[in-house]
């Protein structure tokens, strides 16, 4: 199993970023897919997940109307559109996966190794 994200940077305030995750060695098509973030010296936070058609969406109040998650089954891939990006956005973004949608993040199945997101002036 692979779970590989890409797309981290550096980004002003209010600028935007996209971050893909593509997954390999499972069905990817038959499971939930979710973005946690966690910045130094704070606890893991679930940002947004998407469950297997992509016909429901979850997202954390803190990014309500600013991040878009998204997936396209045909590429085993995830998304994460995320706009008008604050300081406290900081973070190392992971990618994971489970069969169901709504679990608690310490229960899913597959992760990956994270990117690095800074919003810097």
């Known amino acids: 199993v692979q779970v590989v994200e890409s797309g981290g940077g550096l980004v002003q305030p209010g600028g935007s970023l996209r971050l893909s995750c593509k997954a390999s060695?499972?069905?990817?098509?038959?499971?939930?897919m979710s973005w946690v973030r966690q910045a130094p010296g704070k606890e893991r936070e679930l940002v947004a997940s998407i469950n297997w058609s992509g016909g429901s969406k979850t997202y954390a109040d803190s990014v309500m109307g600013r991040f878009t998650i998204s997936r396209d089954n045909a590429k085993n891939t995830v998304y994460l559109q995320m706009n008008s990006l604050k300081p406290e956005d900081t973070a190392v973004y992971y990618c994971?996966?489970?069969?169901?949608?709504?679990?608690?993040?310490?229960?899913?199945?597959?992760w990956g190794q994270g990117t690095q997101v800074t919003v810097s002036s």
């Open positions: 060695g499972f069905t990817f098509s038959s499971y939930a």
């Open positions: 994971a996966a489970d069969r169901d949608f709504g679990v608690d993040v310490q229960d899913y199945d597959y």
